[in-house]
């Protein structure tokens, strides 16, 4: 067996609906999160955290040595996009694209002992000021 392959790695990652545009609200937000919830199932991605807040997103994901962070997140966020925009097809107007999320992520490697820190941070998205008003 690889011992790679048992390795446990947690990552925060992050990334914002295209343009920023505030769309993740009421049903939509519901339908982005039980996506994402839904892939991370299907592919065995465990998600410690999740918090989406109008204009972006944010995760706590556990991934084991065979998966790739790209592949993960590919699957994520083209899944929840499709999932959202068939069931909103008007966002595609609001967006003035045919895209729910920006290209790309931003992401970090969360050492063992920060890991409870970064949940709390992502669990209060919701009541933190907002930063880019």
């Given at each position: 067996m690889?011992?790679?392959a048992?390795?446990?790695r947690?990552?925060?990652?992050w990334?914002?609906?295209?343009?920023?545009?505030p769309?993740?609200?009421e049903?939509?937000?519901?339908?982005?999160?039980r996506?994402?919830?839904?892939?991370a199932?299907?592919e065995?991605?465990?998600i410690?955290?999740?918090?989406a807040?109008?204009d972006h997103?944010?995760?706590?994901?556990?991934l084991?040595?065979n998966?790739?962070?790209?592949?993960?997140?590919h699957?994520?966020?083209g899944?929840?996009a499709?999932?959202v925009?068939?069931?909103?097809?008007?966002?595609r107007?609001?967006?003035?694209?045919?895209?729910?999320?920006?290209k790309?992520?931003?992401w970090r490697?969360?050492?063992e002992?920060q890991?409870e820190?970064?949940?709390?941070y992502i669990e209060?998205?919701?009541?933190r000021?907002?930063?880019?008003?």
């Amino acid at each position: 067996m690889n011992p790679a392959a048992s390795t446990t790695r947690t990552y925060h990652v992050w990334f914002s609906t295209k343009g920023r545009k505030p769309v993740l609200v009421e049903e939509i937000r519901g339908c982005a999160l039980r996506s994402f919830g839904q892939v991370a199932e299907r592919e065995g991605v465990s998600i410690r955290a999740l918090e989406a807040v109008e204009d972006h997103v944010h995760l706590l994901l556990d991934l084991q040595g065979n998966q790739s962070l790209s592949v993960v997140m590919h699957d994520l966020k083209g899944a929840s996009a499709r999932e959202v925009l068939r069931l909103f097809p008007d966002l595609r107007i609001d967006l003035a694209a045919s895209s729910l999320w920006q290209k790309g992520y931003g992401w970090r490697l969360v050492p063992e002992g920060q890991t409870e820190a970064v949940r709390r941070y992502i669990e209060t998205q919701e009541t933190r000021p907002l930063r880019h008003e």
